[in-house]
């Protein structure tokens, strides 16, 4: 993390709120719970991995550019990017993108445990100021019958979620248990560093 220079803050204008590099609905929604305003804007980053990049490379890259590249077209605003994987056996698993593709993770993880990392950049003055913050999130799946996998995804539709269910509905039903420094990260944020970053520019949180 770094340490922001008092002059630097009179640069930023946090009475327009911070601006969140996403268009995800999820993380939207994890930030109105801090009762700020904000816009979201999306930052257009490439995600292919790149050639031999491991699961923790390419979510702080993916998690910065998307930071970085909202925070060069808002230089007087906050900027909140990030980027969350599942990693399961080595492997790294995308958002199912269809309900029989769900089916198919949720069936592979019955009775084993998933590790996703979280990744969070919060940004300032077009990158000049920056904060960086990963989180390393445990799942442990129970086993898991196929009536029960269909179940869940017919009741909560996961299939735009990295590992193909959601911490905040019915996917808590799923585990044994989770194991985090911040539960609020499985989601798609960690609110504990956000709140911490967005204080140090000046937000009163609470």
């Known amino acids: ?20 590099a996403s268009t995800s ?21 490439d995600e292919t991995p790149l050639k031999s990049e491991t699961p923790e490379q390419l979510v702080k890259r993916l998690g910065r550019e998307k930071a970085l590249a909202v925070a060069t077209t808002h ?15 080595g492997s790294i698993l995308g958002k199912p993108g269809s309900a029989a593709a769900a089916a198919q993770q949720l069936a ?3 009775g084993h445990r998933v590790e996703f990392l979280t990744h969070c950049s919060v940004m300032a003055g077009a990158g000049r100021s920056q904060w960086h913050h990963t989180d ?23 299939v735009d979620c990295a590992g193909g269910f959601k911490i905040e509905g019915l996917g808590v039903t799923l585990f044994d248990r989770v194991r985090s420094d911040d539960p609020s990260a499985l989601i798609g944020l ?6 911490r970053a967005l204080r140090h520019y000046g937000y009163a949180l609470p």
Do not use: C
């Not at 340490?3 to 969140?20: A, Q, T, W």
């Not at 230089?75 to 056996?89: H, K, L, S």
């Not at 869940?152 to 996961?158: E, R, S």
């Open 136 to 158: 390393h999130t445990w799942v442990e799946f129970r086993d898991l019958t196929e009536a029960e996998i269909q179940r869940y995804i017919a009741l909560d539709n996961p």
């Open 25 to 45: 609905r999820f993380r939207a929604a994890q930030l109105k719970t801090l009762g700020l305003t904000f816009d979201a804007v999306p930052p257009n980053v």
């Open 75 to 89: 230089p007087t605003r906050v900027v909140i990017g990030g980027d969350q994987i599942a990693v399961f056996n």
């Open 1 to 20: 993390m770094s340490k922001v220079n008092p002059s630097f803050l009179n640069e930023i204008d946090i009475s327009l709120g911070p601006v969140l």
């Open 108 to 110: 592979r993880f019955s």
């Open 190 to 195: 960690p609110l504990l560093f956000v709140s």
